[in-house]
């Protein structure tokens, strides 16, 4: 039985063959992503994988609609299985909007889903760290959002030779879209095609911009003079304050896709320009009140980063940490009669915090060793009968081979002493 | 707009309704359940919340079929969203067996769902640690297994007078069904029954097993006298050498409803007796062979434990930790001109590991140390300018109210000292 296309099934390191998907390089990235949100002061929220298709079908827009997984229940609701947490997020907090104080600084984990024609590795879901700030229309939070952004990258390690943040504005192209004379009712068409400049050739994006009476000359000009806002230069500023100016950049190519965008969009991209990006987010201050059906009105922004990119990046740059599951102990049962004692031993060191393993059923030992090398233990423990019949512990150091006998209670708080390494 | 009926949304503590879930608790189990997994030499494994039908129709049985969340997807396959992992798990194994020295100890923290009529209160998913050993037949993986239950609750500060495992047998229902005559093509059905025992009246008990062949009365005898078999007693011995004798007991009316299990089964109740089942599990040494269609045979247990028995349970005995999120600094920026200066300091702090957080835009000086307060920060920071026009930082205690003028880096290595408080 196979599992379905799209999905991936995640294993222990080390990983039998390259193309598989380890659960430990998962975590690694899982557990950076919630101590860095956590470090800005975020919390921690989530919601269903689930939705109504309603949720997301007037409010995202672009690319994001045409791949919904979507389908009927069995109750034959329209259902979704989520594309992206921000609808989610924006129909809890306008559930809840006067029980937290703003502005609320939430981050999520999801596991978000999309549908399209299966192609050869394109998956249909991944994992996004997922931070929002609500509450505060002043520029000082997408600074506040877009540092959180770098240093989330850099807890991996990740450095600025290693990625940029592109950063830009909806209302600078809304300025550049009113002062050339735009129809109003064009403009997130217009939107779209600056999204696609970079992916398509230069004669399309010159037709349909002419089509919406624009010239990829004008366009071009704007976008190559990058010259910063004023809501941008905030940003930067604040950025510059923090030590993060290398990081970031104006660049008006970037303008995003998802229809609610509002204000300031960035993306976060790798500097050899070999992977998509691994970042990206914006400003969304109408969000809430539409889906909140006009109740709560609250400006707010946020971005996603996946763990597939990201994945890849951090591979390439020899930035991923062995995961070998490394236990503490191994305790090795070569005198069956001392099996209840090793176990009681064995109890004692789990419950000090201590990795623990041993051989679950009577093996020789040499096997025993052997495992505990394939598990690369630090220690192996063994119980023996002294001379005098008393039962004295055996603690070998794998690396250095040193090896000490003592007292049973003497070894294990030895032993419990090593907690962590 | 409204969430599906059935699921929730997790926010951050401290909740505005009794009624809400909370993100914190939830992340409070999910990381005891990780830890002591990984104590007891068990590595993580994940796969995709939705697989085919076909992998569980066949294998579960019972009432998990009747209530599989399952639809059409756009490509016209029969879908299910995982109403348990085992399945999951023995498809990965069976995929990658060789790779993996035996015994494999995997665990998982899989959501899982159902679909059943909508029920007040009724979920349609939960949270589930899953813990499992392949490969390995003897009895010592069954005590193995079972005193990690044991030592997860424990985890969670709940002791022998709060929850007890009732351990039992399929082989032993087995011998007593073929002593008995039962009917081979009859021995699920009974099985199911067992399982209800404590569910429906006498007499549709009675009726039920008189239409299998089986009295009533000689049923409840054998799980009166409760005599282990030399299996269960192997288990009960090698936990009583670890000191957890006490939080075990044979209970022949556990059988467990999956078609699945042949070998040991077990369940985790809370003592008082209040509360459904807290954990359950067993052997399910065909499984792995079913899924692989015959290529893969190897030996298999695991367990199941669920997040919201859990939680009601450490709720009702006064178990969880308030999770107020509190910061270790609040920085304080009255001084406008500072602004620059603090964000480089809340930089500095945050790069060092410490939660800090500060107020986005200019406000008057009680606003901030009320939001201080409310974010229930340990201490605040504040950067002045002395009368030789010196920049110092004023750290205040919230708790203590000491407060002390230090230089900048002095300060900053102060609080970098106090990391994790």
Redesign the interface.
Known sequence: ????PG??????EPL??QD?WS??A??YIFDHWRTTA????F??????????L??FTTKSGGEIIGQL???????E?D?A?RPEMTP?LA??IA??E????K?V??FALP?LFR?ER?QKGRLR?HFQLNAD?IG?S?A??DA?LV?LLI?TLRSLRLTEADFLVRLSSRNAWHDFFQQHQGKLEQEYDFYQVIDKLDREEPETNQEKLAALGFSLAEVMVFIEKAEPTAELQVIL??LA????HDYVKIDYSVIRGLAYYTGSVFEAFDRKGELRAIAGGGRYDNLIKL???GKVNLPALGFGMGDVVLLELLKARGLLPKFD?A?DVFCLIEDESL???S??L??DL??A?????YS??PAKPDKQFK?AQ??RAARTLKLERSAASEMVARVKHLQTREEQTLGVAEAAKSLKAGVGR
Chains 1, 2 share one sequence.
Request: proline share 5%.
């Open positions: 039985m196979e599992r379905l999905f991936r099934d995640f294993y222990p039998p063959h598989l659960a430990d998962r975590q956590k470090r800005y002061g919390r921690e929220y989530d919601g269903p994988p689930l939705e109504t309603e949720l997984y979507n389908f009927k229940d069995k109750g609701r259902i299985l989610t129909r809890m559930a809840h006067r029980s937290y104080k502005p600084k939430w596991q549908y299966a879901e700030i505060e002043a000082a939070a506040e540092a240093d500023d604040n304050a923090r030590g993060l889906i909140s059906g599951g236990l099996r209840r004692d176990l009681k064995v109890q789990r419950e915090g201590l990795v623990v393993d679950l059923t495992r394939e598990l």
